[in-house]
C-alpha cells in the first residue's frame, strides 16, 4: 500500500509563510514527479507547483516568485514553501506523486488526503 500524508497547513496573515510537507510511505520501489495541487470552495483543482525525479521544477503563474518546490528524494518526501501569502492563496493544498511498487512496473499517481492553507486579510 502506498500513503500520502500532507502536514503544515494552517492559518496564516497576508504576507506571511508556511511550508508544506507530504511524506510518501509503503511499498515504494520509485517515485518519478511529485506535485502540489490546489482547490479552492467551489473551483476546480489547479496545479500549484511540480518537481522532477532530477529537480526540474514548474510553478503556475500565480506563486512563481513566492513559492518554491523541493524534495529530499531519500525521505520520499516533498514541500511547498509558501512565502508573501495572501488571500487568494486560500485553498486545500493536495499533494501527488507518480510511484512505481516494484521494478518494471508501471509509476501510478497517488494523492494525499489534503491540507487547508487559509490567508487572512
Known amino acids: 500500500q502506498v500513503q500520502l500524508v500532507e502536514s503544515g497547513g494552517g492559518l496564516v496573515q497576508a504576507g506571511g509563510s508556511l511550508r508544506l510537507s507530504c511524506a510518501a510511505s509503503?511499498?515504494?520501489?520509485?517515485?518519478?514527479?511529485m506535485r502540489w495541487y490546489r482547490q479552492a470552495p467551489g473551483k476546480q483543482r489547479d496545479l500549484v507547483a511540480g518537481?522532477?525525479?532530477?529537480?526540474?521544477?514548474n510553478y503556475a503563474d500565480s506563486v512563481k516568485g513566492r513559492f518554491t518546490i523541493s524534495r529530499d528524494n531519500a525521505k520520499n518526501t516533498v514541500y511547498l514553501q509558501m512565502n508573501s501569502l495572501k488571500p487568494e492563496d486560500t485553498a486545500v493544498y493536495y499533494c501527488?506523486?507518480?510511484?512505481?511498487?516494484?521494478?518494471?512496473?508501471?509509476?501510478?499517481?497517488?494523492w494525499g488526503q489534503g491540507t487547508q492553507v487559509t490567508v487572512s486579510s
Open positions: 509503503g511499498s515504494i520501489f520509485s517515485i518519478n514527479g
Open positions: 518537481i522532477t525525479s532530477g529537480g526540474y521544477t
Open positions: 501527488n506523486a507518480g510511484i512505481s511498487t516494484a521494478r518494471g512496473q508501471n509509476h501510478y499517481v497517488y
